[in-house]
């Protein structure tokens, strides 16, 4: 009843195990989204089951964040910006690359055609720059408006509701562009929340092809995007998680067998240290087991085949250690099997001949029967081959001198003494030497 007890309880407990295993793969399998509505990564958010997630206040823009590169030039006091590298019509001017501050725009900027507008900052300098016809800033505050359209150029007012971001000077991306795209390869920021941008040089963001999974809180994608090769939902049914799931339940069900199979033995005082080892091998594998599955499935990030690998090596060190151990296990227990038949003959002897002088009433013959209880009993307990005929003799002789004590023989009684005690102690001696 114990044993079934316990079997139910191994069972349900490693039961809620894999439930929890499959619940939270589930809760890692995906990271929340924010999309524009219609737009191709709403839709592979809605198919793929991903959560949908909202933007903090200070982020409401973050679905068109465009980032923009320029040539410069060092000074003391900040970064001059000499050439736009980009093909924006409509550009932004940071505050700040790489966290170095932007001074202000030199005339050579300029000499890119493609720029038609250009938001500014407070901070940023325009000096010994001659007006183009061909490009209008835009700022917020009226005495900047005034000071530019007092130098000739052309000027405009935003409102709060644009609110351009002056703070996107510093690209957390590798990336691959064409003429007309680009591929984000690789995040290198260290935000908990990733925002994809909408154009990177005035060119349109369309894939994303590294993991987005169990890194971020949050991920924000814009509307620019034709596909998404990274990862940014898997679901339970992976080949990863179900290799891992089938080595778990291997290594249960060998737990199972070893520990029904041995436990029972294991209440033997001289077993806990013969069989032991088995169950504590067989224990530790399955612990190394589910650690390894659980850690593996929660990344998500390790090769199938690198994975199966790792738990085959797990369960076949498993399998050898056992044998190992089952192998001492069948040593020791023939070597006990030896030791036992070995003594077998004289522990038997010895117990046959413990009694023999306890009826006799004549004196002498009641010595010389307790001088052959005294030599047994006193004899080396372990047997040879080479004194097996003897033994056979001393055997026999002890028959006839129960014989001869039962019919009360006395003479007999003492001569076949003599001839035990020689026997025994020939026999001890050939042992011994």
């Not at 679901?235 to 249960?252: G, M, N």
């Not at 040593?331 to 006990?336: E, F, Q």
Request: net charge negative.
């Amino acid at each position: 009843m114990k044993r079934i007890i316990y079997n139910a309880i191994a069972v349900a407990a490693f039961a809620v195990f894999v439930i929890v295993l499959i619940m939270n793969n589930i809760l890692y399998a995906t990271t929340p989204v924010v999309s524009e509505e219609g737009s191709f990564a709403y839709k592979y958010a809605t198919r793929h089951n991903i959560p949908t997630g909202e933007l903090p206040d200070t982020m409401k823009d973050a679905l068109d964040w465009r980032y923009e590169t320029f040539e410069y030039n060092s000074t003391s006091d900040g970064l001059m910006l000499t050439k736009y590298n980009g093909i924006s019509d409509k550009l932004i001017v940071p505050n700040s690359i790489n966290n170095e501050k932007v001074k202000g725009i030199e005339e050579t900027l300029f000499d890119n055609p493609d720029i038609k507008s250009i938001y500014l900052s407070d901070q940023i300098e325009i000096s010994n720059v001659k007006p183009k016809d061909t490009i209008l800033f835009i700022s917020s505050s009226d005495s900047r408006i005034e000071n530019l359209k007092s130098e000739g150029w052309k000027v405009e007012t935003y409102d709060d509701s644009e609110s351009p971001n002056f703070n996107l000077g510093t690209i957390p991306f590798e990336y691959n562009e064409t003429e007309s795209s680009v591929n984000l390869t690789l995040y290198t920021g260290e935000e908990d929340i990733l925002v994809v941008p909408s154009h990177i040089d005035g060119k349109p963001v369309t894939d994303v092809s590294f993991s987005m999974l169990n890194r971020f809180s949050l991920v924000v994608l814009p509307g620019t995007l034709t596909s998404i090769s990274g990862t940014l939902a898997k679901t339970i049914y992976t080949p990863l998680f179900a290799i891992e799931l089938c080595f778990t339940v291997i290594a249960f069900i060998l737990s199972m067998i070893v520990l029904n199979v041995k436990r029972p033995k294991l209440q033997e005082a001289d077993e806990v240290v013969l069989t032991g080892p088995q169950v504590v091998i067989t224990e530790l594998y399955l612990v190394a087991q589910i650690v390894f599955a659980t850690v593996t499935i929660k990344q998500g990030s390790m090769n199938p085949t690198v994975a199966f690998i790792v738990s085959s090596v797990l369960l076949l060190l498993e399998v050898v250690f056992v044998c190992l151990a089952g192998t001492g296990r069948s040593r020791v227990k023939k070597m006990d099997q030896q030791i036992k038949e070995s003594t077998e003959f004289m522990d038997n002897l010895k117990l046959s001949t413990a009694d023999l002088a306890s009826g006799i009433t004549n004196s002498q013959v009641r010595k010389a029967v307790a001088e052959v209880v005294d030599e047994i009993q006193y004899s080396s307990p372990v047997s040879k081959d080479s004194v097996k005929p003897i033994e056979e003799k001393i055997k026999d002789n002890v028959s006839k001198l129960k014989e001869a004590i039962n019919n009360g023989n006395d003479s007999e009684i003492i001569e076949l003494s003599k001839e035990i005690v020689k026997a025994v102690k020939e026999r001890n001696h050939i042992i011994k030497g």
